[in-house]
C-alpha cells in the first residue's frame, strides 16, 4: 500500500511525516515523534487516554486515521510546558493531588484546555461535562474537578 | 487494522466512481468514530477507504424561517448540539445530539455517519461469524439478548444504535443521497431496512451512493419537541430505550404528533398506534396511560429484554407529558 506524505504542526512544530494510511494520529505522536505524553488506552475511543486537541478541539487521538490529520494544528500534553514551567492546568493537577496513577492525566489535561479555552470559570457541572469522556479508574475524578475549577476561577487559561 | 489504499476524492462524482459492487471492498470513511473501531476488530477489512471529508461544502449547517433546516452530511455531532437555532427550534435534534457517546466522540463524529453506523450487538462486534457477518446463525436468539430488539426482529435481533436517526425519524426528515451521477431524496422513513428485508445491512445505500445532506420542515410554534435516553451510563453508552417525540398542541388537546423509539427494533422504530392517537388527545396521566395499553403489541422480546417494554412505555409517557404540560 502505498504511504502518504502528510504535514502536522504538533505544539507550534512543523513535522512531515510518511504515513500508511491505516496509521493512526497516536500512533504517529508516540511511535514517530517521540511524543509519549499522550497514552495509548482502550483504543475505541471510550477511555479518552488518548485525548489531544486537533483544531481546537478535544478529540480521542486513536480514532484520527494519520491522513485525516494531515494539516492539522495539533497540541499533545507536551505542549502545555511554558518556558519550562508548568501550565496552571499542571499545577493545579499537583497542588490538589489530582494525579493518582498518572495514566488518565495528559488526556484529562487536554479535556480540561480546550475547556477553558471556550469557556471561563466554568460550573462544576460544565467542568464534569468536559472531562466526560475521560475515565480516571483510580476514581479521583473529585480532585480532577477540584483542580480545573480552581484554575478557571484564577482566569490562567492559556 | 488491515492496511488500505486511502483516496481523497474532490467531487461527489469522483467519490462515487471509487465504489466497486461490494461494500466489503471498498467503504466510506466520515469522521471515523465507528469505522476505526470495526476495522480494528476485524469486523470491516476493505482494500480501499474513501475519505468523504475531502469533499468540500458538506459539513454546514443552514436554517431559514419558513423554509427549514438544511445539515450537510459531514456536519459534525457537536456542531449541531451546539447550533443556536437547532437548539431553539428542533430541541429533539440538540438533546439528541448532546448525548450522543462523548465530547471527543461528537467532536469528530458526523451526521451521516451517526445514521451509518454498524450495530453494536457483542455477537456482531465479537468473534461470531454470525447472520449480519455472513454466516448462519443469530447468536443472540439462544444467547445473553438484554439488549437486543424486541420488535422487528428476525432473522437478526440487533438494535439500531444512532440516536440521531430517533430524532430524525420523528421529525420526518428528508435526506439527499447522491446515487449515479444525480441526487435523489429519500424520506428517513424508507432509509433503514429490518434484518427480513437485508440481513446484512441497517440501511438501503448501496456501494456508491453517498448520504449528501438532511433536510427538516419548518415546525410551527405550538409544535414542541424532545428526546430523552435510558442509558446505563450517561457517557459513551448506547440507548438501552430512547424516546423522541414531535408533538403539535391545539390548545388543551393535542393537533398531531410523531413518537419514535430507540434501542427496541433492527431500526427507529416509528410508534404508529401512539403517533396516531394524539390526535385530538387530552394528555391526561390518566389518558396517556391508556394510550401506553396499545404501544409495542406486536412485540415479542427475546428471554432477557422484556423489561424494555414498561420502560418504553414509561419513557414515552414521561416525555409526551413533559412536553404537553
Redesign the interface.
Given at each position: 500500500m502505498k504511504t502518504i506524505k502528510i504535514q502536522l504542526l504538533v505544539n507550534n512544530n512543523e513535522y512531515e511525516v510518511s504515513v500508511s494510511p491505516n496509521e493512526t494520529l497516536l500512533d504517529i505522536l508516540r511511535e514517530r515523534l517521540g511524543l509519549t505524553g499522550t497514552k495509548r488506552g482502550c483504543e475505541i475511543g471510550e477511555c479518552g487516554a488518548c485525548t489531544v486537541v486537533m483544531n481546537g478541539e478535544a478529540v480521542n487521538s486513536c480514532l484520527i486515521l494519520a491522513p485525516q490529520a494531515d494539516g492539522s494544528k495539533i497540541m499533545t500534553v507536551e505542549g502545555l510546558m511554558r518556558n519550562g514551567e508548568y501550565h496552571p492546568l499542571q499545577q493545579s493537577f499537583l497542588n490538589h493531588d489530582a494525579v493518582h496513577c498518572g495514566f488518565c492525566t495528559p488526556g484529562m489535561l487536554m479535556s480540561a484546555y480546550v475547556l477553558l479555552q471556550q469557556k471561563q470559570n466554568p460550573t462544576e457541572t460544565g467542568i464534569k461535562q468536559a472531562i466526560a469522556g475521560n475515565l480516571c479508574r483510580c476514581t479521583g475524578y473529585q480532585q480532577i474537578v477540584e483542580a480545573i475549577g480552581d484554575v478557571g476561577k484564577k482566569g490562567e487559561t492559556d | 487494522?488491515?492496511?488500505?489504499?486511502?483516496f481523497?476524492p474532490k467531487t461527489l462524482q469522483e467519490a462515487g466512481e471509487m465504489f466497486g459492487k461490494s461494500w466489503h471492498e471498498t467503504t466510506a470513511?466520515a469522521g471515523?468514530?465507528d469505522l476505526?473501531?470495526l476495522?480494528?476488530d476485524d469486523i470491516e477489512a476493505p482494500r480501499n477507504?474513501v475519505?468523504l471529508?475531502s469533499l468540500p461544502g458538506l459539513n454546514r449547517i443552514s436554517y431559514q424561517p419558513g423554509k427549514g433546516l438544511k445539515i450537510g452530511a459531514l456536519t459534525s455531532i457537536?456542531k449541531i448540539a451546539s447550533h443556536s437555532d437547532i437548539n431553539k427550534r428542533y430541541p429533539v435534534l440538540a438533546q439528541a445530539a448532546k448525548q450522543v457517546?462523548?465530547?471527543?466522540?461528537r467532536?469528530?463524529g458526523t451526521i451521516g455517519g451517526n445514521i451509518c453506523q454498524r450495530p453494536r450487538c457483542w455477537y456482531f462486534r465479537g468473534d461470531f461469524h454470525c447472520l449480519r457477518k455472513g454466516g448462519d446463525i443469530c447468536y443472540a436468539v439462544d444467547g445473553k439478548n438484554k439488549y437486543h430488539c424486541v420488535i422487528g426482529g428476525g432473522p437478526c435481533f440487533i438494535v439500531h444504535p444512532s440516536d440521531m436517526a430517533v430524532a430524525l425519524l420523528a421529525l420526518d426528515a428528508k435526506l439527499t443521497v447522491y446515487s449515479g451521477g444525480k441526487n435523489k431524496t429519500v424520506a428517513i422513513g424508507d432509509f433503514f431496512v429490518l434484518p427480513e428485508k437485508n440481513v446484512r445491512r441497517e440501511n438501503i445505500l448501496l456501494p456508491g451512493e453517498i448520504v449528501v445532506d438532511i433536510r427538516i420542515q419548518e415546525l410551527n410554534n405550538n409544535t414542541k419537541s424532545g428526546y430523552v435516553k435510558f442509558a446505563e451510563r450517561?457517557?459513551?453508552d448506547f440507548a438501552v430505550v430512547s424516546v423522541a417525540a414531535v408533538i403539535q398542541k391545539n390548545g388543551n388537546a393535542l393537533k398531531k404528533g410523531r413518537v419514535v423509539l430507540g434501542g427496541v427494533a433492527p431500526a427507529p422504530w416509528f410508534e404508529k398506534k401512539i403517533s396516531k392517537k394524539l390526535s385530538g388527545l387530552i394528555p391526561s396521566e390518566k389518558n396517556l396511560d391508556e394510550i401506553m395499553k396499545t404501544a409495542l403489541v406486536d412485540a415479542e422480546p427475546l428471554a432477557m429484554n422484556e423489561y424494555k417494554l414498561p420502560l418504553a412505555k414509561n419513557l414515552m409517557k414521561r416525555l409526551i407529558g413533559e412536553l404537553t404540560a
Open positions: - | 487494522m488491515n492496511n488500505f489504499t486511502y481523497q470513511l471515523g468514530t476505526l473501531g476495522m480494528k477507504v475519505n471529508k457537536a457517546a462523548s465530547p471527543q466522540l467532536n469528530v450517561g457517557v459513551w
